[in-house]
């Protein structure tokens, strides 16, 4: 069970970390300590991918 936050700064970081684990699961998993080129990829990656999620639920919506 998680720890409850010190701050509200703290806070806002475990929703965003939350909010990865949720959407991107695997890119998650596979980051550990990662270098800043490494990083921007990721950053690239994980864009990439939400874009085509909204893309598939735009499409959704459009169908209906």
Do not use: C, H
């Not at 695997?26 to 300590?33: G, I, R, V």
């Not at 990656?45 to 919506?61: F, H, P, R, V, Y």
């Amino acid at each position: 069970m998680p720890t409850k936050p010190k701050n509200k700064d703290e806070k806002v970081f475990r929703s965003i970390t939350q909010i990865r684990k949720e959407y991107w699961p695997k890119s998650f998993e596979k980051q550990k300590a990662i270098k800043p080129k490494d990083a921007y990829e990721l950053g690239i990656s994980w864009a990439k991918e939400s874009i085509d999620k909204l893309k598939n639920e735009l499409e959704k919506l459009q169908e209906q």
